[in-house]
């Protein structure tokens, strides 16, 4: 972007913001500076020494299941553009001339400035010992860090993570999920020794070696071995050991990047960071340094997100105070470095002073969370314990002498982390036993809901009380958790106070009156799960039936789908039979899709994408004989667009004498299982992804459920299938499968999360099965999987203990549930076929034959068929299923015979 596209400035003189880095505190110090009003008298320069703009550095990890670089990035489309920032990505700054307030870039560039704000984080520490420059040594910090490794897990057989640390289990995780053989080596005696104690060390190590990570503690890298070749091909220990490896990731920690402030003239602390008060200012009142680079006035370096966000609102806030009326703020031709500056005013107020430096996170796939003073350094400090080591869970509070919650953690169930954090920061007594909070969820005599003081910090990322959750209820007219999240920007970091903020705002909505009944609609009291159990038990048939005994009135567009899917997933005959056709809505009602211009698709199965030359030949003649527009669909399969009601029969009655079934692309069930070619032909392949992706299809294919299912098998840990943005997703490992659920990848993306590892196949199925019984079950009208596991009480150590352990007892309902569908399947097209009486309802339309609709118009576009957008002319417009409607053939003889536009 050039000087000459940014918008116009506030009357008075321009003066000229730089900021060095542009990561997620760097982006985040950008969005706050763009809310405050001053903004607007200043120009932004951004030196960017990555080739990208900011991205989402948290979940690097996910690059290697299937997320792109796009998926992370936290830059919003047209951010740049409209608050006037100039980003110079791939061109770092050099050196800072604090004399003449000049920033060097690397490319040789100079830039003046008025305010400075450095937000350089950090640089991975790589222990100093030899060999670490040989090729296949690796840090873990950047998406071409993440490409590196994947290039050399692809050869490597083996990986060394050096590092026990946070980053150091995640890339341990990333090597594993490559189907590396991987190990870590931690030189403290525990994993994680930062955040856990040795009780929380010794379950989180038994947890991840058996998910086959080998761990070394208490050892040190004192060498990497090279080969011939000069590649590596180990690393040598401190103890004397040696480890085979292809790979080495040195992950043992960050240091600031201060380089440039210490090349200045800045003081720095003695550990790195460059000195800052409160207000995040250097000694120079015209630079400002936030996030890892920085060493806050409590003489901590923070290596946490959340801290750093909340020095760059304080950095913003103070640049903001520099740009008030009446000031001119620092001004070029200032006194030298060192020199107070007469431009910068003394500011009141807090400032930042120090943060939360609680986390929760899931490494490998393992629960562990810390907060408040995990260690228990506070004198008289007690330790309140639940440990298992059966189940891999360990919880410990740290209780203080006044009875108040002073930290504590959590191993392999960290459920009620978003109620424990906020009620250690508060720092107040407990109101019940810490005996009942250090339970885990479902246990007998555990705590139920605790109350929080408003005072409490619920979202850590964003610095937002409770009492301010509350406010936005209340005060500001928001009426759910997505208007509160706009509002307060509470949720929109880490996540993990997301099941606290929807508990909050619920509460404060029905003390305002709103109502929040649970209720399926006003027809029925009871929930979509309630309803099915109660149909269940009953042998309930049909909507009336329900009705009639347990809900009101004549029932609505809420109510009667959600029976109709109900009954549907019970087995209970075919959904156009009888009452059920009239509950269908209206893509169930004609089996069929419905698109924008009236027409409907048919989308035929292709199980695991696998088709034969002959499937294919067939679906091109059916869609060019009735002129249909074709597409391959995201989940492998051949879309025809275009269809009439009353071509609909027609059309599946030569596809199904072809040998097709319906794809079910109009239900909420069962659309695809989508698979890579696997082990027959990639030659990274370990199973047969292909065979099995075609299994599941065809035995959960016509499974109604309360929203849409998708599934997907990968051959190996390249994931060419995407199964972790699925419902389900299976990818192959050299012992088995790996099952991974609640993916999701619509309009809110979520990973799935790994449920099961190296499984073999009749488990993985059985495994399958009940989870999706259970979803079924319990989930609520038109819940995703994702949006149900989260909300699901217990989170995915519930379902675990559900689906693998049969906790609640109900495993051979969930099997037999099963058993019946698919004893019961039918394919709904072959069975309406048959039936005069259900092809009765795809007659008699506006757009039967011989009557074709006039408002339906279509145009040529790359050789097929397509509608017309409103306002677009052209010479070929013909409505669709008249006589002169065009076939892609007859469009490409050329034949365009003249009709008006609409």
Not at 382 to 403: A, E, M, N, P, Q
Not at 506 to 519: D, H, R, Y
Request: proline share 6%; glycine share 14%; net charge negative.
């Amino acid at each position: 972007m050039t000087t000459d596209d940014r918008p116009a400035p506030h009357r008075g003189p321009v003066r000229d913001l730089v900021l060095v880095g542009h990561g997620m505190v760097g982006q985040r110090f950008l969005e706050a500076w763009a809310e405050q009003p001053a903004a607007r008298g200043w120009r932004v320069t951004v030196l960017a020494e990555e080739p990208r703009p900011a991205y989402d550095r948290v979940h690097l990890s996910s690059l290697f299941t299937g997320s792109t670089a796009e998926d992370l990035a936290l830059c919003p489309a047209g951010f740049l553009a409209e608050h006037g920032i100039d980003l110079r990505l791939g061109d770092p700054a050099a050196a800072i001339d604090r004399s003449a307030r000049l920033v060097r870039t690397a490319s040789g560039a100079e830039v003046r400035y008025d305010v400075l704000v450095l937000a350089t984080g950090s640089v991975p520490f790589v222990p100093p010992v030899p060999g670490t420059d040989a090729p296949g040594c690796h840090v873990y910090r950047t998406i071409e860090d993440v490409e590196a490794i994947r290039a050399g897990a692809a050869t490597a057989g083996t990986g060394v993570v050096v590092g026990g640390g946070l980053l150091g289990l995640e890339a341990a995780g990333a090597l594993r999920a490559g189907g590396l053989d991987t190990h870590v080596v931690e030189f403290a005696p525990r994993l994680m020794a930062v955040q856990v104690d040795d009780g929380g060390g010794a379950a989180l190590r038994r947890r991840i070696e058996e998910l086959g990570v080998t761990v070394h503690t208490g050892a040190g890298a004192s060498g990497v071995l090279t080969g011939a070749d000069g590649r590596v091909r180990a690393l040598a220990l401190s103890d004397g050991r040696e480890l085979p490896a292809g790979l080495v990731v040195f992950s043992a920690g960050v240091r600031a990047r201060d380089q440039l402030a210490r090349d200045c003239g800045l003081p720095v602390g003695p550990r790195g960071g460059v000195v800052v008060d409160a207000h995040c200012r250097t000694e120079d009142p015209a630079i400002l340094a936030v996030g890892e680079c920085a060493q806050a006035v409590d003489g901590r370096v923070y290596g946490l997100v959340a801290p750093g966000y909340q020095m760059a609102e304080t950095a913003a806030g103070t640049v903001a105070r520099l740009a008030a009326p009446g000031l001119d703020g620092p001004g070029r031709g200032a006194p030298g470095p060192g020199a107070p500056d007469p431009g910068a005013p003394a500011l009141d107020g807090a400032g930042f002073k120090g943060a939360d430096t609680s986390t929760k996170l899931k490494l490998l796939g393992v629960g562990v969370a810390s907060f408040g003073d995990p260690h228990g350094t506070a004198d008289g400090a007690l330790d309140v314990l639940y440990s298992d080591s059966r189940s891999g869970v360990y919880r410990k509070l740290v209780i203080g002498t006044d009875g108040g919650l002073l930290g504590g953690v959590l191993v392999g169930d960290t459920e009620g982390y978003d109620t424990l954090r906020p009620l250690a920061v508060a720092g107040r007594p407990l109101t019940v036993a810490p005996e009942q909070l250090v339970l885990p969820a479902g246990f007998a005599g555990a705590a139920g809901p605790v109350a929080l003081p408003d005072d409490a910090v619920l979202c850590s990322c964003h610095n937002v009380t409770q009492g301010a959750v509350r406010a936005a209820v209340r005060e500001q007219g928001c009426d759910g958790v997505a208007a509160v999240k706009k509002c307060t920007r509470a949720g929109t970091g880490c996540g993990s106070c997301l099941k606290r903020l929807g508990t909050v705002v619920g509460e404060e909505l029905e003390a305002a009156g709103v109502s929040t009944v649970k209720g399926l609609c006003e027809h029925f009291a009871h929930t979509r799960a309630e309803l099915y159990e109660i149909a269940r038990v009953t042998g309930a048939t049909s909507f009336t039936e329900l009705r009639d005994r347990h809900g009101s009135g004549e029932g609505c567009e809420i109510c009667k789908p959600t029976v109709a899917s109900i009954l549907a997933s019970l087995g209970n005959g075919h959904i156009l039979d009888g009452e059920q056709g009239a509950l269908q809505d209206s893509n169930d009602h004609f089996l069929a899709n419905l698109q924008r211009n009236g027409s409907y698709s048919v989308v035929p199965r292709v199980p695991g994408g696998e088709i034969t030359p002959e499937g294919l030949i067939a679906i091109g003649e059916i869609a060019r004989d009735h002129g249909l527009y074709t597409k391959i669909t995201g989940g492998q399969r051949i879309g025809m667009f275009g269809a009439t009601v009353d071509q609909l029969p027609v059309i599946w009655g030569k596809l199904v004498d072809a040998g097709f079934e319906s794809g079910h692309a109009y239900g909420k069930s069962l659309r695809t299982v989508k698979s890579c070619v696997g082990e027959t032909w990639c030659r990274y392949g370990v199973q047969d992804s292909t065979a099995l992706a075609i299994e599941l299809e065809l035995r959960y294919r016509g499974l109604r459920s309360p929203h849409k299912l998708k599934a997907a098998v990968s051959g190996c840990a390249r994931e060419c299938a995407e199964a972790q943005s699925k419902d389900f997703g299976i990818i192959a490992t050299s012992a088995g499968w790996n099952l991974y659920v609640g993916g999701n990848g619509g309009m809110t993306p979520r990973h799935a999360d790994l449920l099961a590892a190296d499984l073999d196949r009749e488990t993985l199925i059985r495994t399958i099965d009940r989870y999706l019984m259970f979803y079924i079950r319990t989930a609520d009208r038109l819940e995703r999987t994702s949006v149900w596991l989260e909300r699901l009480e217990g989170g995915l150590e519930h379902l675990r203990a559900v689906v693998l352990d049969d906790s609640l007892g109900i495993a051979a309902e969930l099997d037999d549930l099963m058993k019946r569908h698919i004893g019961d399947y039918q394919d709904e097209w072959a069975a309406t076929l048959a039936d005069p009486e259900r092809l009765r309802r795809f007659a008699s339309f506006v757009n039967a034959p011989g009557t074709p609709d006039p408002a339906v118009t279509f145009v040529p576009e790359r050789g097929q068929i397509r509608p017309a957008r409103p306002g677009e002319t052209g010479r070929t417009l013909v409505a669709l299923g008249s006589p002169g409607f065009l076939s892609p053939p007859a469009l490409a003889a050329g034949s365009r015979p003249e009709v008006l536009a609409p």
